[in-house]
């Protein structure tokens, strides 16, 4: 089994650990540079990974979910993810 497998393997509700934490960590030392806060980083890692993968085309389960029928819970926290990044401060 390759690394990335095995980093991969541990699962909360279907979707990778390692997947969230590193979007998570990339957001919050990237957020200095990118001129914003690290809390609105913070609220902004999963939709903007939710973006980034639909437009480069990279199917994954949390964005079958969102972007597919059903799964309320999901839409609506994403949405609230949203709105706690974008709002004003």
């Known amino acids: 089994m390759s690394l990335i497998k095995t980093l991969r393997g541990p ?8 997947d969230l934490a590193s979007a998570f960590a990339g957001m919050w030392l990237l957020a200095p540079k990118l001129g914003i806060s690290r809390e ?5 890692a999963v939709p903007v990974g939710l973006a ?3 437009v480069l085309g990279i199917e994954t389960p949390l964005n079958r979910r969102v972007l597919g029928p059903g799964h309320v819970v999901e839409k609506l926290a994403v949405a609230g993810m949203t709105y706690q990044a974008l709002r004003p401060r």
Not at 11 to 18: D, E, P, T
């Open 40 to 44: 609105r980083a913070l609220w902004a």
């Open 52 to 54: 980034v993968h639909q």
């Open 11 to 18: 699962k909360i509700g279907g979707l990778a650990v390692f």
